[in-house]
């Protein structure tokens, strides 16, 4: 098994500049999830790491191994694609064994290989099946046991599970989750424009932006001390709240009375040369609650989405923000049409200057300058 190491890694299609300045170090172990919206090039970055897309600048390390200009039949990769690209004639077993087959290997170790990866993925009581007697997940299965069992050094996923429904999207999930669990070793890069998954799959998540990395960490690093408003807003559904405000008190606790009139209390400690300050406090939804005290916003309830555990308050936007919503357990239906104070625990509220939080300012890494989407 083995790691991977992208340095200064570069894309460029002409004069059109895709990718540039990746810097990624990726242990083995590992399960890596590049994210990003539409466009952003993870996709791209995925198919250099496979040979698939040529590197116009940088270094990409496989297990100790500049592999720049090595074919990706050598690279000791396997590729799991979002189509299944399955065989209609063969069966699950012959699927699965042909790439051994092509590689001359022994009976007797395509069968172990084989028996090994189907009891893993629970495909061993459809090894005799053609794919058109399997399900959506069943046929992704396959193809990441047609993978499996070419033991390879890192396992690549481009957004396997994006041409199932709903349902089979959550059960694979599920069972890529428990297979990462039965292989701690394997190294795994996958790409998703899903950050549920991404959530909760990820030993660490890979957001691109801007032809850039925005921010790299675990899933709740991200979640909860995002670097930028780019990473605050893509992670977390709903996105969290931007509210326009001037920072009037400094110290340990930092207060920014905000543009619609509000009040907001953080915990990020700020000095004294941030005393007014044009800033953008950050609050996610579900890190609201009501108040008959000093609000952090007040505003009037125009939509209700009512999902049983939770309900989204979706307020009338004031002017120079984006409109604000919040998450409230349990059922809220009669607050449609009425005014409502929020506020928000200074641990929870967040601080952003030109779109980089204060919290990270003298944090000695080189990031991209991204806006919130």
Same mark, same amino acid.
């Given at each position: 098994m083995a790691g991977l190491v992208l340095k200064d890694v570069a894309k460029a299609y002409g004069d059109v500049q895709v990718l540039r300045d990746i810097d990624l170090d990726i242990q083995q172990g590992e399960l890596i999830v590049f994210v990003g919206p539409s466009g952003c090039g993870k996709s791209t970055l995925l198919r250099m790491i496979a040979g698939l897309e040529r590197i116009t600048g940088g270094t990409l390390t496989i297990d100790g191994q500049v592999v720049n200009d090595v074919p990706p039949s050598e690279r000791g990769i396997a590729m799991v694609f979002q189509s299944y690209a399955l065989y209609p004639h063969m069966t699950v077993r012959e699927n699965m064994s042909f790439a051994l087959r092509i590689a001359k290997k022994t009976q007797a170790e395509i069968d172990e290989r084989v028996e090994k990866a189907a009891k893993t993925l629970q495909l061993h009581n459809l090894l005799d099946r053609l794919p058109k007697e399997l399900?959506?997940?069943q046929r992704q299965r396959v193809a990441i046991g047609r993978s499996i069992v070419r033991d390879p050094k890192v396992y690549l996923f481009d957004e396997p599970l994006s041409n199932l429904d709903a349902a089979l999207r959550v059960a694979t999930r599920i069972e890529i989750a428990q297979l990462k669990e039965a292989m701690p070793e394997r190294t795994m890069? $996958?790409?998703?424009?899903?950050?549920? /998954?991404a959530m909760t799959l990820a030993t660490r998540i890979?957001?691109?932006?801007?032809?850039?990395i925005a921010q790299v960490g675990t899933p709740l690093e991200l979640y909860e001390r995002p670097e930028n408003e780019f990473v605050a807003q893509f992670i977390g559904s709903p996105s969290m709240n931007l509210l326009p405000g001037e920072i009037t008190g400094t110290g340990e606790r930092t207060t920014v009375r905000l543009a619609g009139g509000? *009040?907001?209390?953080s915990a990020i400690p700020t000095r004294a040369d941030? *005393?007014?300050k044009q800033v953008n406090i950050g609050v996610r939804p579900e890190d609201f609650s009501e108040t008959t005290g000093e609000a952090v916003f007040e505003g009037k309830v125009s939509i209700? /989405?009512?999902?049983?555990e939770v309900t989204l308050l979706y307020f009338e936007p004031v002017e120079g923000a984006d409109p604000v919503i919040a998450k409230l357990g349990g059922i809220h239906k009669d607050l449609r049409g009425r005014t409502v104070r929020l506020t928000a625990d200074p641990s929870k509220v967040h601080i952003f200057h030109d779109s980089q939080s204060?919290? $990270? %300012?003298?944090?000695?890494?080189? %990031?991209?300058a991204t806006k919130a989407h």
């Open positions: 399900s959506g997940g890069v $996958y790409v998703t424009h899903d950050q549920v /998954e890979v957001v691109l932006a801007g032809g850039g509000g *009040m907001a209390v941030d *005393m007014g209700i /989405e009512a999902l049983g204060l919290l $990270y %300012r003298d944090a000695p890494v080189k %990031r991209i």
